[in-house]
Each structure stands twice: as structure tokens, then as C-alpha cells.
T-cell receptor, first 113, second 111 residues
């Protein structure tokens, strides 16, 4: 069965520091992977996606993620955190059947001044 | 591009009362539509999805139901709300046969 695990429900970084949010997946077929961001009381906004091709994917707001098949990982990074990056982040993998997504439990990112 | 409208943004209902949440989509035809619930401090739980008018699949047994009376309209309902129905409800859409494409989300309804 497919699954997504996000390590760390809360991550806190200082402004200007590296952001690293971890995501591991399990899938029996080549996965389609997504990262979403959710600001308080809002819906989910797509940050970036991996389908095929280049394993380093660049998204909006300076975020990027690298698909590593050998590690079954799709960690999200940003070189320098900004206060506006404080939000909840969800990793998701597309199910084998149809377009349904399986989401991780989410990681809340806090940015300290 | 796809735009998803959800209303109301916030709703306070007594236990035992009925519920109707509406989601409409613009900018696409014949989309796949999804209802998710997000409980406090938890991830997203898929409740229902629909691949066409009148076609509803339920992911989990529950007190809620869904309907799709029109191509771009998706409704979440309940005859009698339970306290456990509280949460943040999100509607999402995805282009038909675009499984490598992301789902797009509305702004949600907090119940």
C-alpha cells in the first residue's frame, strides 16, 4: 500500500536559516509527488511537483525538492527562511488508481526572528 | 486556470442540525472533484470523490454524503450533524485524465 511519512510535526528555524522538511514515501510504481503549503484558515497551495524527468524540482517562493528513488524521499528545502514561510506543509503521493492523493500528516514550520 | 469557490467560509451549526456545503469550479470541464476533511492538528482525510455528474465514491463510512448535480458543482451534506463532524472541509478539483497534475484546492469551510 502507498503511504507518505513526514518526519517531524513541528520544525522551527531562525529567519535566514536553511529550511529542511522531510518526506518519505512508499509506492510500488514510479510515484508522482507533490508538496503543498497551507496558511492559516486557507486551502492548500501547490509548491512544486515531481512527475518525471529532472529529479531536482524547483517551486514557488524559493522552495525546491529532490526526488531520491534509492532513499524513497522527496525532502523540501529552502536556503534561507523568511518569516512569511511560516505555515503548514504537506507532502503527497498520487495513488496508483486514478488521481487521488495520499497526504502526509503535515509539518508545521515556525520561523523565529 | 481552475478556480474553486467554497462557501460559507465559516459555519457554526448545532448538533443534530442538517448541513450543506457547496463547492463550484470554474475554468475546467468534467473535472474530478474531491471533498477532504482536516481535523485540528491532523492531515487531510479524503471523504468523497467524483469523476462525473451523479458519480460519487465514498472513501470512509461516515455521517456525511456528497452529491454532484452539475458538472462543476459538488455538495457535501448531512441530515444530522455530530460533534465529530467538526473540522475544516476542503474541496479540490483535478482535470480529467490529468493524473500527473496536481489537485487545486478551495479556501475551505470551517465547521
Amino acid at each position: 500500500a502507498q503511504s507518505v511519512t513526514q518526519l517531524g510535526s513541528h520544525v522551527s528555524v531562525s529567519e535566514g536559516a536553511l529550511v529542511l522538511l522531510r518526506c518519505n514515501y512508499s509506492s510500488s510504481v514510479p510515484p508522482y509527488l507533490f508538496w503543498y503549503v497551507q496558511y492559516p484558515n486557507q486551502g492548500l497551495q501547490l509548491l512544486l511537483k515531481y512527475t518525471t524527468g529532472a529529479t531536482l524540482v524547483k517551486g514557488i517562493n524559493g522552495f525546491e525538492a529532490e526526488f531520491k528513488k534509492s532513499e524513497t524521499s522527496f525532502h523540501l528545502t529552502k536556503p534561507s527562511a523568511h518569516m512569511s514561510d511560516a505555515a503548514e506543509y504537506f507532502c503527497a503521493v498520487r495513488r496508483n488508481q486514478g488521481g487521488k492523493l495520499i497526504f502526509g500528516q503535515g509539518t508545521e514550520l515556525s520561523v523565529k526572528p | 486556470s481552475q478556480t474553486i469557490h467554497q462557501w460559507p467560509a465559516t459555519l457554526v451549526q448545532p448538533v443534530g442540525s442538517p448541513l450543506s456545503l457547496e463547492c463550484t469550479v470554474e475554468g475546467t470541464s468534467n473535472p474530478n472533484l474531491y471533498w477532504y476533511r482536516q481535523a485540528a492538528g491532523r492531515g487531510l482525510q479524503l471523504l468523497f470523490y467524483s469523476v462525473g455528474i451523479g458519480q460519487i465514491s465514498s472513501e470512509v463510512p461516515q455521517n456525511l454524503s456528497a452529491s454532484r448535480p452539475q458538472d462543476r458543482q459538488f455538495i457535501l451534506s448531512s441530515k444530522k450533524l455530530l460533534l465529530s463532524d467538526s473540522g475544516f472541509y476542503l474541496c479540490a478539483c483535478q482535470g480529467q485524465d490529468q493524473f500527473n497534475q496536481p489537485q487545486h484546492f478551495g479556501d475551505g469551510t470551517r465547521l
